[in-house]
Each structure stands twice: as structure tokens, then as C-alpha cells.
């Protein structure tokens, strides 16, 4: 090696070029020459990232995302996406001259008789897993700390969609080994489209390429998981990791971060060596989970069958929100019209989840409309000066979690000896007014933090020193908040509600009085940030300053 | 073990009754003859109580039905208010019931729980001997459709198709309505199993030999029994209970694992 570098190297000199630093220096320097890429290694590298655990959880799903490509990859080399009618012949006893699609049978093998193949299939079903939980993780911090806010509304969006498309990536690889449980979900799916009116049969039929489950559905649902949707989403996640190079990396409120900067590590190189090494520990992580604990063991399911359902058989956690809000609706609601049975079971389960899937998709625009806030945002907020937001966050947290956690009633109900009915009802009781609770508790928490901090930077903190002066007065000493400190608690945005405004014509809309409305409840009891001389009533004597924000 | 001693006892008898052995020889044979009276005694006892038609055996079980049973079940077991009637219930359904300690039940509730069981397995047979007098039903299974070593993939499909839509395809157990549930059926013995599926205990339905053949019921048993002696070939079965074990998992000790490394990469050094 050394030899070589050094007659490379003399070689050069003897040509001409002047180069210093060895084959690293000449290896770079070709590369440039022909890629001219130093111009982006310049920028990324010296790039700078804030450094908190929190902003680890959008790379944690990266990670998951790359986990799940290498497994599957190594999947599709076996794995038969036919719904043709073999006989199992494997190893596995309790299915042995069982008939089943070449599906279910390659799956069996991909199991039992392919080395190490159990092993990928377990770290493919448990990083998806992860995956979709690190999505859902990272989107409630960037909900809560604001960060959604000008210029970041479309990124979230495009998040947003990523998370939609991991559960569909989800769903369609929970389908494709054809066993009883992957069968139990579709059934479920096909019912759900059965229950449009007018059009559900026809694309039921679409779909399945007749009644229902046909032979063609592991196939079309193959391209889709491995084709369609991992290319959409390779597609997205590139967007939306340049649209985090573009806006610059949010920061936390602390002494020193500002709008205009970003406080933090540069990428290159400890940035970059901490986020490499990060994804070996969290594809360490998958793999010992996987290594030691069973997911979706399909032998016990056996191959699908249209008449067996078992007990216990729910979807994937991230679709069991909406297999909850099927089991929450009340029996009988449907009816009859015109000859046509109308199921609002499933109806009003496909409206109520998609507006709550649509309201959370747009809510950085509805918050920015409410608000009136025009300005970029590249500090964050801390939940708690946020009271409204944080509160509809909490509800909607609510919500989902009523929902989630009804998928999962039959469990609930042999575990902890309650009855199902009770189970049910309980949930029904906490989806319709669990948010209104949830909210009113988060946001009085929120302001009452909020008072805190006012106190603590007015006042100081109460040191439990007590004086007595010598009139015979007694006084606690207060021990003042450093400035550092006190730049966290007192830099926040201060909004107030927006003011009606006539428009050109002189005239006040209906759709500007509804937006005032929210306004005002949005902000009506808000606390304002201390002022300067508000600081300055408080010292007296001992001026403090507030640094510029 | 005492065998081996009894020769050499005797050996010892002839050099005469003062040597050093004697005593322990005269032990030995007193153990001897005590053990296999004793042992001759609770073979006969086997005996009769596996002769259900005894009318000493029916005796016994009639007082112990008399002394545990009958306030619920009625003095000559023709129910009352409090419990069912246990004419024509058969054997199976008492060595079922009492066998698991479900009988006589703690409380009266959605269903009867296994608890510790409360009988010998001698009275219990007593017990089955009595009301299987009362009149015809289904008798305790044979051994040989116990043996669990019949067609394990024809069990399982048997299992999928009947059971599991209550019993969980792993045997894993699941909620039915008002509080009642399916138990899992793990540990359970082959015997337990076949009886429940031909007396349909609690809320379970029966499977009569028309609708599921004896051979079929041992088929499965063997895949039952299949499941429990072979564990999970992917590690830990976190107790067969599906996905929402799996989404707890991952979200529990996945990511809180991964929160953890997280907050450990991002500490300051110091």
C-alpha cells in the first residue's frame, strides 16, 4: 500500500502536479476533478446540527427504513408471490400435506428451511414496526415543539404522507404470506370497501380481480410493497431530508439560539461519525430483538381460509387505530333505502378516521391561519408556551389512543378479567370525552407552568434562607434566576389574538369573524413573556436585563 | 434395594442372631413385608376405583356428592336454582370439572375458574362413578386416544376450523361476552382436553363424536400437545397473543431502548 502511494505520488510529481498528503489526498482530488463535489462536501460538511436526543428520532426511522430494505431484499430472493395451490412439504410437522398458496409455502420456507431466513423475516417485521413507531414518536415532538411552523409547513406535510405510506407498506407486507391472520386483515379490508355505497362492491371486484380472495391479490399487493410504495417513499424521504439541509435544523430555546442561528455540532466530523454509528446500534438493537423474540408466527396461523377466524386477531399496532374505531361503533347502525343496505358502522368509521387523518395532515396550516403568524420560526417552542396548541395536541393524543387501544379490547378483557362490554364501553366513553378532558387538563397545566416560570423569573428562586431584619421583620431571600436560564424562559413569541379588519369594501366577512372567534380562543388566556420593565419593577434596586431575543 | 439385602439377610440369619448385621436385617425384612402388603393394599384400591359400575365406589362417591355437591346440584343431583341438573352428564364431564378444580366452584359468576383441585383423584373417581350411575353419558376417554401421537397437521387444521376462533390459533385462550372467556389451553392434560370437547363445559359447545370422530380429537390433542412441547422457533412467543403484543413490545422495550441510546449519545461528555 505504502509502495504504491509513494510511486503515485512521485509519478505526479514527475508530471508536474504538485499534490502533498498521500493516496487520500490524490484519491479526493480525482474524484473532484471529475465530480467536482467538493463544493457539496464544503457545505454539508461544515453544516450544523443542533445536538438533542429528541432530533435523533426522524434518523431512527431513517435506520428502521434501511434495516427494512436490506431484509427484504434478502426476502425476495425466496419468497413466491403466487397464490397458485401447492402442498406444503417442509419441515415444520403441524402443516405438513396441508394445501396452501406458494405464498404462505415459500414463507414457510423462508422460516424453516432457509438458513437465516426466520431471522431476516423477524428483523424485517420488527424494524417495520419500529419504523412506524419512530415516525409516530418524531412527528408528536415536532408537534409539540412547534417545529412545524413557517417555513416548515410543507415538510410536515411530506412527513406526514411518509407516515401514511409506512402503514401502507405496513398493511400490504402484513398481507403477502397469505396466512390466516394476513387473510383475517383483508377480509376486513374488503368489507370496509364493500361498505362504500354505489362503487364498494365494484372496486371490492377491482381489486381482488373478482369475489373475494381470488388468486390474485398476494400479486398485486407484491408490487406494491416492493415496487410502487418503497420508491414513492425513497422519493419522499429525499425531499423531505433536503428540505431539512434547506430550512436549517430547528433549536430548542436556550441562551444564545436565536432565529438568525443554529447552535450545534458541524456534520463533519463528529456530527457525521456519531449519526454513522448510530445506525449500527439501531440495527443492533433490531436484530437482538429480533434475535429473541417471535413475531408473527405464521406456522401457528396456518394458510388462509375463508371460514376460520381466530380469537385474538388484530393488525399491526399502526393500523390498530382504526380496527379499534370499527369495534367502538355501536352493533345495528345501518339501514335500508331504495333496496340498498347503507352500513354507517363502517361509514362513519371511514369518515371519522379521515377527517382526523386530513385535519392532522393540514394543521400547520390551520394553526398559521388562526394565528395570523407570518414569521419564520427556527426556535422552537416548549410545549408549554404553546398552551392551545399543546392542548389540542393532548386531545387528539386522546383520541387516537381510545381508538388504538380498543383494537385491543378482547385482550384487555382476558387480562385483566373485565368484561368485554365493559371494556367497549369504557372506550366509547373515552374517545367522545377523553379529548375534551385532555385538553382542558393540558392546557391548564400548561398555563399554570407557564405562571411558574414568570414567578421563578421575577421573583427568583426561594432559596428557604429566612432573615429577620432588624425591625423584627421577617423576609425569605430570594436567589435570582441566572441570565441564561432566565434568556430560556422568557424568549417566546408573544401573539395576541387577531383584530377584526374590515376588508377593501369596507365590509367584515363571516369566514373573518369565525377566524377572530378562533383567534380569540386560541390566545384568550394566554400569559405574555416578561417585560423589561416589568423585570425592572420586580429588582428594583438590582436591575436584570433581558438579552435581545 | 431391598432385594439385594434379603439374600445376604439370610446369609446372616445362619451365622446366627447376635451378628452385627441382624438388626438391620430384621429392618430390612420388616420393610419389605410391610412395603409390599401396603403395596398390594392400594392396588386393589386402584382397582376398584377404576371399576366405575362398584357399587361400593358409586357408595362413597354418593356420600361425597351428599356432602359437597348437593346444595347446589340437588340431593339426588336433579339441580336446583343454584346449579344444572347432573342426571345423564356422564363421567367425563365430573372427572372434567372436579379434575381441574372448576368443581365445586369458589363463586358463582360468568363461569366457573380453574382453581387448585379440591378432590384426590381417587374421590374424584368416585365422584364420576356416582353420577355416571345416574344415568348414560359420556364416559372418561380410553388411553390410547390420549397418546397424542396422531396426525399433528390434521389436528392443527381441525383446531383452526373449530377451536381457535374462541381458543386462539396457539391455544393462547380469548374474551367471549359478559366476562366470559375461552382459557388458554396450555398445560392442560390430554385427558382434560378430550373431555371438555365432549361434555362442552362452561360455555363451551360440544363436539360429539359425530360432528369431530375420536381419532380426529386425538389428532387434536397431539397437535395441542405439539405446540406445548415445542417452543416458539423465533424465541420468545410474548404468550401467542398477536400483534398487540408485538406493537406493545416495540413501543415498551423497541423504542424505549432506542430512547434510551439516544439521550445516551447526545449527553455531554464531561
Known amino acids: ?549 | 434395594m431391598t432385594k439385594i439385602k434379603t439374600p445376604r439377610a439370610r446369609r446372616a440369619r445362619k451365622a446366627g442372631r447376635r451378628h452385627p448385621l441382624a438388626s438391620v436385617a430384621l429392618i430390612a425384612i420388616g420393610l419389605l413385608f410391610t412395603g409390599g402388603a401396603y403395596a398390594a393394599f392400594s392396588t386393589s384400591t386402584a382397582i376398584a376405583t377404576t371399576d366405575a359400575s362398584s357399587q361400593q365406589t358409586i357408595a362413597q362417591g354418593e356420600k361425597l356428592f351428599a356432602a359437597n355437591c348437593a346444595t347446589c346440584h340437588g340431593l339426588s343431583a336433579q339441580g336446583s336454582s343454584e346449579g344444572p341438573s347432573l342426571i345423564g352428564v356422564g363421567a367425563a364431564s365430573v372427572d372434567f370439572q372436579v379434575g381441574t378444580g372448576r368443581m365445586p366452584m369458589q363463586m358463582q359468576g360468568p363461569q366457573a375458574q380453574k382453581k387448585p383441585v379440591q378432590f384426590t383423584a381417587e374421590q374424584t373417581a368416585a365422584l364420576a362413578a356416582y353420577v355416571a350411575s345416574l344415568a348414560p353419558g359420556p364416559a372418561i376417554p380410553a388411553a390410547e386416544l390420549l397418546d397424542s401421537a396422531g396426525d399433528s397437521a390434521n389436528g392443527a387444521e381441525l383446531f383452526r376450523i373449530n377451536c381457535a376462533m374462541c381458543h386462539n390459533v396457539a391455544g393462547a385462550g380469548g374474551a367471549l361476552t359478559e366476562g366470559k372467556f375461552a382459557p388458554a389451553i396450555e398445560n392442560v392434560s390430554a385427558q382434560h382436553i378430550y373431555e371438555a370437547m365432549i361434555t362442552g363445559p362452561q360455555n363451551m359447545p360440544v363436539f360429539n363424536d359425530m360432528n369431530i370422530s375420536p381419532e380426529d380429537k386425538r389428532d387434536i390433542i397431539t397437535y395441542l400437545k405439539y405446540v406445548e412441547d415445542n417452543p416458539s422457533p423465533g424465541g420468545l412467543a410474548l404468550g401467542s397473543l398477536g400483534p398487540v403484543a408485538e406493537g406493545l413490545f416495540i413501543w415498551i422495550f423497541g423504542l424505549g431502548a432506542i430512547v434510551a441510546l439516544t439521550v445516551w449519545i447526545t449527553a455531554k461528555s464531561n
Open chain 1, 1 to 549: 500500500m505504502t509502495t504504491i502511494t509513494t510511486r503515485e505520488s512521485t509519478e505526479d510529481q514527475a508530471v508536474g502536479v504538485k499534490k502533498s498528503g498521500g493516496f487520500t489526498a490524490s484519491a479526493a482530488n480525482y474524484i473532484d476533478e471529475r465530480t467536482s463535489i467538493s463544493g457539496a462536501v464544503k457545505e454539508l460538511g461544515r453544516k450544523i446540527f443542533p445536538d438533542h436526543w429528541s432530533f435523533l428520532l426522524g434518523e431512527v426511522a431513517l435506520y428502521s427504513f434501511v434495516i427494512i430494505l436490506l431484509s427484504g431484499s434478502f426476502l425476495t430472493f425466496f419468497f413466491q408471490a403466487s397464490m397458485a395451490e401447492v402442498v406444503y412439504d417442509g419441515s415444520y410437522a403441524p402443516l405438513k400435506g396441508i394445501p396452501m398458496s406458494a405464498a404462505m409455502s415459500s414463507t414457510m420456507d423462508i422460516s424453516f428451511d432457509i438458513r437465516g431466513g426466520l431471522l431476516m423475516r423477524q428483523v424485517h417485521h420488527w424494524a417495520a414496526l419500529l419504523f412506524v413507531a419512530a415516525i409516530g414518536l418524531h412527528m408528536l415532538r415536532i408537534y409539540f415543539t412547534g417545529a412545524f411552523r413557517k417555513p416548515r409547513e410543507l415538510n410536515w406535510v411530506i412527513g406526514f404522507v411518509l407516515f401514511i405510506l409506512a402503514m401502507a407498506e405496513g398493511f400490504t407486507g402484513y398481507s403477502l404470506p397469505d396466512d390466516l391472520l394476513s387473510g383475517n386483515g383483508l377480509r376486513i379490508i374488503d368489507g370496509l370497501i364493500k361498505g362504500i355505497p354505489v362503487v364498494g362492491t365494484w372496486v371490492s371486484f377491482l381489486l381482488f380481480g373478482g369475489e373475494f380472495p381470488g388468486t390474485d391479490i398476494v400479486g398485486r399487493l407484491y408490487s406494491l410493497h416492493i415496487l410502487l410504495l418503497p420508491a414513492i417513499i425513497v422519493a419522499l424521504i429525499a425531499m423531505h431530508l433536503l428540505f431539512v439541509v434547506v430550512h436549517k435544523h430547528t433549536q430548542y430555546p436556550a441562551a444564545g439560539h436565536t432565529n438568525q442561528n443554529v447552535v450545534g455540532y458541524p456534520v463533519l466530523p463528529v456530527y457525521a461519525a456519531k449519526a454513522g454509528g448510530f445506525f449500527f446500534i439501531v440495527f443492533g438493537v433490531v436484530m437482538l430483538i429480533a434475535s429473541f423474540f417471535t413475531i408473527n408466527p405464521i406456522w401457528n396461523y396456518g394458510p388462509y381460509d375463508p371460514s376460520p377466524v381466530s380469537a385474538g386477531t388484530q393488525p399491526d399496532w399502526y393500523i390498530g387505530f382504526a380496527d379499534g374505531a370499527m369495534r367502538l361503533i355501536p352493533t345495528g347502525w345501518e339501514f335500508v333505502w331504495l333496496n340498498h343496505t347503507y352500513s354507517l358502522n363502517i361509514l362513519v368509521v371511514l369518515i371519522v378516521v379521515g377527517l382526523f387523518i386530513v385535519t392532522v395532515m393540514i394543521y400547520p396550516f390551520i394553526e398559521a391561519w388562526i394565528t395570523g403568524d407570518k414569521r419564520e420560526h427556527h426556535v422552537l417552542d416548549r410545549p408549554r408556551n404553546a398552551p392551545t396548541r399543546t392542548a389540542i395536541g393532548a386531545a387528539g393524543v386522546t383520541f387516537y389512543a381510545s381508538l388504538w387501544a380498543a383494537a385491543s379490547s378482547d385482550i384487555m378483557a382476558t387480562h385483566f378479567h373485565l368484561t368485554m362490554e365493559g371494556v367497549i364501553h369504557t372506550l366509547q366513553a373515552t374517545t367522545l370525552l377523553g379529548p375534551f378532558l385532555a385538553f382542558f387538563i393540558a392546557k391548564r397545566v400548561c398555563l399554570a407552568l407557564q405562571k411558574k416560570d414568570r414567578e421563578i423569573v421575577l421573583h427568583g428562586y426561594e432559596s428557604g434562607r429566612i432573615v429577620r431584619l432588624p425591625g423584627g421583620e421577617f423576609v425569605e431571600v430570594h436567589q435570582p434566576v441566572d441570565e441564561y436560564e432566565r434568556w430560556k424562559l422568557v424568549s417566546y413569541s408573544d401573539f395576541k389574538p387577531l383584530m377584526l379588519r374590515p376588508n377593501a369594501q369596507g365590509k367584515i366577512g363571516a369566514t373573518e369573524k369565525v377566524r377572530a372567534g378562533l383567534s380569540r380562543w386560541f390566545f384568550e388566556d394566554r400569559i405574555t413573556p416578561v417585560t423589561q420593565p416589568e423585570l425592572d419593577h420586580a429588582h428594583g434596586d438590582h436591575p436584570a436585563e433581558i438579552t435581545d431575543k
